[in-house]
């Protein structure tokens, strides 16, 4: 008898497996022995991040990734730079090198060390993975990282290694508390700050849209592992930052001076086009992560504030951008009618608050994840009725294409646009219209949160029964959620329309309902630049990662999995929710996590308030 | 006699709030030991923590001479100490039978059946209606089931969380007979009451918790004749 | 007549099928309130994993010998299945266990996206629809009615058969085991479970590892009955089953089976004699999802929730 030739396929895979179990399980071991050693001892902290310090700097410099592999040498500068031009090191290596840097100057400097430590440990282990990793998987195989040009080349491992190290370093004592530096600065230094600070961040994000783009505007091979190389030193930064109490001020900064700091930040979202990222392309990608993240904060207002769970939201788009494809006057809509585009957007708005409300009435008799199973199901619907052309509506599977672009004083918004001797890539006008309806619909979250009905929500979203025996109409409140927040999917969802210029039942999936409630989450629930900055990654990340395409969604699921599991309260939580998420169900501690010998900061209290 | 629980400078937080501060209290072999008093003194979360439901945050807890206080809740019940929980806590939509099997859960031998017919002895209630579903019982049988059930696992240690909470003046009697009568067997007991004279008046020693802590502590009949537990339990002045 | 019974007796095999799939949804929320989302995906992975195992582990000579392969093909699914059921319990919700509600369904969500997409992109061919062998051939049966035939396939018969003594069998191991009292101990009160010895975490995987069990018998007879199957069948049966699992009133076995039934019977026939065609089949489904949670939320068999005292 042969042997059947699944056997082969299936005993790789458990070895793989094995393996990949057996080395995730001596990590975890070593990381745990070492902390325990350090635990008491502070002294330590110096020789272990001077040492890992010194072999990140070391890893910089050594030959990294010489490996030639489809055309190009990757990175274009890897050779023995070391000798013949230790200054010219570029790139990921660069960012390798200063990190090393830092971790090596950070212990003698009045700075939480461990803190920095921590993060420039972290951001050192990212770029060893990805630049490690990369050469590995893209046909170089484990020449690609050891040696190359008969030269040893072991920068990845070296990076890895020290990465290690640093971040070890950070667990000699507990971590320091956050600095707190007083954001009662005079007013013009403020201002000062916060411009610079917004001006630098408008920058980073133009950089990194264009990393890995070449002088022609092509996007290399190589993109990928640059941006992710980029984003692991702009995470470590960033890291450090906060440890530095840096950021911690410039938020109290900005809330302080808060119509100014959106003033700031408008203009500055509005300067993207004259940027290096002001292309045709980035342009439709940002209108897009406009019309999400708009949606995506409608959503957060039924998520987020009211704490009811939607699992069908991308109908509330779905019907906005039905609307408006169907005033637009193009040929395939059921009523030729054109309206002005301001008119459109209001019926859009208004039609998409009346399906909210009728969505939302459930929730006067359901609750939590049966409201979400009942939501899901009107998304299904919608998603049907619109796939087999209810009322002649939808355009059915032939969707409806060729709507017209929104046209305003003979301005056609789909246009390239020339301001002086600058030409501003085709879409700007778009662009230039979402970021002002983000800012708008930003503002209306913001003040609706801090309102009479905002403190409603959260009394909902808290405890539903005693929030009726305070006499909120609870009800009335909760429909209210569901209307005001469908009514952004719907003002969002006639720009879209206009936008893409297809309207097509099959944008409208779950798994797009999906996408909205995780730009929500990984941004942090109820809080606002959290859901932009999620629909932000949600949408950028798989155009820089077009290598990866294809498992896309895979990383979608697990990034829920693992926001989940680690941070739950999202990037940048909302102030409140973030006390709540940490504390939530004080009835006796999960075996687990008292066993954990040293939690890092957050997770400590967590773990001690569960 | 030898101290079969042991606990030591227990401290139990939820979150930041320590509801548990510093507690010690020995329960030796065959007594009835008792810890009164008022409402939130920690003593409930005392219990849930001495039966691994909770975890301290510092102190020991030691049974039989080995320290309990990192074991699983399932684990400290096959050690020998079962907590017949405040409120009853029965299962309310099986049978009295299944309540029972359900207490004898941990253990394969084959006695089992035998103890079940202990308990409808010591609570003829139960045996007439054994195939009723518990949540229909009036709050005195139900006492009555959930001290069976807690018994059926053969415990050395037996902790009764407020035994008498809701029962008429004769019911609650009834219980504290049969609380004496498992003593009489020789199962040890730690029993938590807010009905601070009936438990002083069974126990050989009696602890009082103020605030979290342990503030008073002496054999049963001095502590009723104590003046300060007088004023702040019994209502008098 | 004939054409409506035909349609009546098709329903009652997706009935079935909902079913038996039913059947982990309601275990589980019942023990541990978690909608477990990517149930659904279980069911559609072991369909996978029949169909690898009869492509892969089973020898030229006995491919066609039923006896045989119909065996082999259950234990490759059912394998899988529990598994994966068990490694998704220990991974992902048991952290999650003491998180607020919202956690652990988001989770689900992320885990039955990242199986689908796993199966997507491993699975050879699987970015559209693979064939699944017809393990089980046997004569159809023939009933003669007024005004025509109904004709039985035998997998359709089998399948029936299955999803009812399975719902029978897994009632009295609930119902008379130690296991079983130890699920419905720790599904009413889990302290007071942990309290009489019961180890919850075995529990709970436990009930996670025999509703993998039941959706990958699902799985293997929804294959060799359809002979088809692609990565989208895992969201449309979870919907399913789920709506059938709440029909019934979450917890019941008895119910869920009688859930499903319902589901498939309005589904097929909804297709058939309501507006709109055989498109808006699920829509009735859904519409009846969302009449059953507003209107009687417990279910036609379930218990209405009770404040504890």
């Known amino acids: 008898m042969t042997i059947p030739p699944g056997w082969p396929i299936l005993g790789l895979g458990l070895l793989y497996i094995a393996i990949a179990v057996a080395v995730v399980l001596a990590l975890r071991l070593l990381w745990q022995r070492s902390a325990k050693a350090l635990a008491d001892k ?88 990805v630049n490690t990793i990369f050469p590995l998987i893209s046909g170089g195989g484990f020449g690609a990282i050891t040696a190359a ?110 119509v100014f700091s959106i003033g ?97 009435s459930p929730t006067l008799r359901v609750r939590g994840d049966y409201l979400a199973i009942v939501t899901l199901a009107f998304g299904e619907i919608f998603r049907k009725a619109a796939q087999f052309n209810i009322g002649g509506m939808t355009g059915g599977a032939n969707a409806i294409p060729n709507i017209p672009p929104i046209n305003w004083f003979g301005r056609d918004f789909s246009a390239p646009l020339t301001i002086g001797s600058v030409r501003l890539p085709s879409g700007v006008l778009y662009y230039v219209l979402i970021m002002v309806l983000v800012a708008l619909v930003m503002v209306i979250f913001a003040n609706l949160k801090n309102s009479r009905i905002g403190r409603a929500w959260i009394a909902v979203r808290e405890d539903e029964d005693a929030a009726r025996a305070m006499g909120i109409k609870t009800g009335q409140v909760k429909i209210l959620a569901f209307l005001i927040g469908a009514m952004l999917a719907g003002l969002a969802g006639a720009v879209f329309a206009h936008k893409t210029s297809t309207v097509a039942y099959n944008s409208f999936q779950f798994i797009e309902s999906v996408t909205l409630l995780a730009a929500v989450i990984l941004g942090g629930m109820g809080s606002i630049p959290g859901a932009v900055l999620g629909a932000a990654l949600l949408l950028v990340l798989p155009e820089k990662l077009r290598d990866l395409q294809d498992w896309r969604l895979f990383f979608f699921g697990l990034a829920l999995v693992v926001i989940m599991r680690f941070r739950p309260q999202g990037l940048m939580p909302d102030r409140h929710r973030r006390a709540e998420l940490a504390d939530e169900g004080a009835d006796g501690v999960p075996i687990e996590e008292l066993n954990v010998p040293d939690a890092p900061d957050g997770s400590t209290a967590q773990a001690v308030a569960r | 006699m030898t101290a079969l629980l042991e606990v030591q400078n227990l401290t139990v937080a939820y979150g930041a709030i320590e509801a548990v501060r510093d507690v010690s209290f020995t329960v030796d072999e065959g007594q009835i030991v008792s810890l009164i008093g008022s409402n939130g003194a920690g003593k409930t979360t005392t219990l849930r923590t001495i039966s691994g439901l909770l975890r301290p945050k510092s102190g020991k807890i030691l049974f039989a001479g080995e320290s ?28 009295v039978e299944e309540n029972l099997q359900l207490g004898a859960y941990v253990r394969r031998d084959t006695g089992v059946e035998a103890d079940m017919n202990r308990v409808y002895e010591l609570f003829p209630v139960l045996g007439e209606r054994r195939h009723n579903k518990a949540g ?96 702040a339990y019994l209502g008098e002045n | 007549m004939a054409t409506l019974l035909q349609q009546l007796a098709s329903g009652l095999v997706l009935g079935a099928l909902i079913a038996l799939i039913a059947l982990g949804y309601t275990m589980v929320y019942g023990i541990i ?112 009615v007024p005004g025509g035939t109904v004709v039985l396939q035998a997998t359709s018969v089998l399948l029936i058969a299955v ?107 909804g297709g058939q004699l309501l507006p709109g065609g055989t498109g808006y089949d699920v829509v009735w489904v859904f519409i009846l999802l969302i009449l059953v949670l507003v209107f009687r939320p417990q279910g036609l068999f379930g218990e209405p929730e009770r404040v504890r005292a």
Not at chain 1, 55 to 74: C, H, S
Request: one cysteine or more.
């Open chain 1, 264 to 360: 700031v930040l408008v203009v500055c979202a509005l300067a993207l086009p004259f940027t290096d990222a002001g292309t045709d392309y980035w342009m439709t990608i940002a209108v897009n992560v406009g019309v999400y993240a708009a949606t995506a904060i409608g959503l957060n207002i039924v998520v987020g504030l009211a704490g009811l769970l939607d699992l069908g939201y991308i109908a509330f788009l779905g019907i906005g951008a039905y609307i408006a494809a169907n005033f637009s006057g193009a040929a395939a809509s059921a009523l030729h009618v054109e309206l002005p585009f301001v008119l459109v957007a209001v019926i859009a708005a208004i039609v998409a608050g009346i399906f909210g409300a009728i969505v939302g």
């Open chain 3, 33 to 144: 309130q978690l909608i477990n989302f990517a149930h659904g995906e279980v069911f559609m992975v072991s369909i996978f994993a029949a169909a690898a195992t009869y492509k892969w582990f089973i020898p030229e000579s006995w491919e066609n010998t039923w006896q045989i392969a119909l065996p082999c093909m259950l234990v490759g699914a059912v394998l899988v299945a529990v598994v994966l059921a068990v490694l998704m319990e220990r991974f992902a919700y048991r952290p999650l266990r003491n998180a607020p509600r919202l956690a652990p369904l988001i989770t689900a969500l992320g885990v039955s996206q990242m199986l689908k997409e796993i199966v997507r992109l491993n699975y050879p061919d699987a970015k559209s629809a693979i064939n699944v062998p017809r393990a089980f051939i046997d004569e159809p049966i023939i009933i003669t």
């Open chain 1, 149 to 258: 040009d008969g030269a040893f080349a072991f920068g990845g491992v070296a990076t890895l290694v020290a990465g290690w190290v640093v971040a070890t370093s950070a667990k000699a004592g507990p971590l320091e508390p956050l600095p707190h530096w007083n954001p009662k600065v005079p007013r013009l230094l403020a201002y000062a700050v916060l411009v610079v600070s917004y001006v630098v961040l408008l920058l980073v994000v133009a950089w990194m849209l264009d990393a890995g783009t070449d002088p022609d505007g092509n996007t290399n091979t190589y993109a990928g592992p640059i941006f992710l190389s980029l984003l692991s030193f702009l995470g470590a930064a960033l890291g450090a930052l906060h440890a530095f109490g840096f950021l911690g001020w410039l938020t109290a900064l900005s809330e302080r001076h808060r």
């Open chain 2, 136 to 231: 229909l019982f009036s709050g005195g049988e139900q006492q009555m089931l959930a001290i069976g059930r807690a018994m059926m696992s053969r415990p050395r240690l037996l902790m009764l969380d407020e035994p008498s909470m809701g029962l008429s003046p004769i019911m609650t009697q009834r219980i504290f007979d049969t609380i004496r009568e498992l003593q009489s067997q020789g199962t040890t007991i730690l029993l938590v009451e807010q009905n601070a004279l009936a438990a002083l008046a069974l126990s050989d020693h009696g602890y009082v918790i103020d605030l979290g802590r342990t503030s008073l502590d002496g054999p049963g009949h001095e502590l009723l004749a104590d003046e300060r537990v007088r004023a």
């Open chain 2, 68 to 95: 309990i206080d990192s074991l699983e809740a399932h684990v400290i019940l096959q050690r020998g100490i079962a907590h017949c929980p405040e409120g009853r806590r029965l299962f309310g939509r099986m049978t």
């Open chain 3, 163 to 269: 999803s009812i003594v399975g719902a029978v069998i897994l009632q009295l191991y609930v119902s008379r085991s130690r296991m079983g009292r130890a699920m419905r101990a720790t599904a009413q009160d889990p302290d007071t479970a942990k309290l009489m010895g019961v180890n919850p975490n075995r529990t709970i995987v436990f009930t996670f590892a025999l509703g993998g069990l039941l959706a990958a018998v699902a799985g293997v007879l929804y294959g060799i009955h359809l002979n088809t199957v692609d990565t989208e069948v895992g969201f449309l049966y979870g919907i399913f089953a789920f709506t059938a699992a709440v029909l019934g009133g979450v917890g019941s076995i008895k119910g869920a089976v009688i859930g499903g039934f319902i589901i498939g019977v309005v589904k097929t026939l």
């Open chain 1, 42 to 129: 502070p002294g330590m902290l110096r020789p272990i991040a001077i040492a890992g310090g010194v072999l990140a700097v070391l890893a910089a410099l050594l030959p990294w990734v010489t490996f030639r592999f489809n055309d190009g040498p990757y990175p274009d500068l890897a050779t023995l730079q070391f000798f013949d031009e230790p200054w010219g090191v570029t790139g990921f290596r660069l960012f390798v090198l200063l990190l090393g840097v830092v971790a090596i100057a950070a212990p003698f400097l009045p700075v939480p060390a461990r803190r920095v430590e921590r993060a420039i440990g972290l951001g050192l282990i990212a770029l060893g993975l």
